[in-house]
């Protein structure tokens, strides 16, 4: 099992900017790709970006220019900086880990909230 934990979420006005972070424990040491998605109400979850062991990123159209993911795979962490943020960002956000055996771990979530 893995556990995820995430933090830094809240309240930012638009065009702010919010720090979430994630770490993993428990069985970790066969993790490959750690990433974010969100969660807006009344939609369905999406992929935020990830970023495979090796460094390899994916950011969804939505966010490239504006968000940028980055890992420790020493520290087991995985961030994610969050720039001019729009009220369309607002969502719950959930740190999220793939194995290379395909097995999916999921944190709880943080809410980021951008509004005025």
């Known amino acids: 099992q893995v556990q995820l934990v995430e933090s830094g979420g809240g309240l930012v006005q638009p065009g702010g900017s919010l720090r979430l972070s994630c770490a993993a424990s428990?069985?970790?040491?066969?993790?490959?790709?750690m990433g974010w998605y969100r969660q807006a109400p009344g939609k369905e979850r999406e992929l935020v970006a990830s970023?495979?062991?090796?460094?390899?990123?994916n950011y969804a159209d939505s966010v490239k220019g504006r968000f940028t993911i980055s890992r420790d795979n020493a520290k087991n962490t995985v961030s994610l900086q969050m720039d001019s943020l729009k009220p369309d960002d607002t969502a719950v956000y959930y740190c999220?880990?793939?194995?290379?055996?395909?097995?999916?771990?999921w944190g709880k979530g943080t809410l980021v909230t951008v509004s005025s």
């Open positions: 999220h880990a793939r194995k290379y055996s395909d097995m999916r771990y």
């Open positions: 428990g069985s970790i040491g066969s993790i490959n790709a």
């Open positions: 970023i495979t062991r090796g460094g390899i990123t």
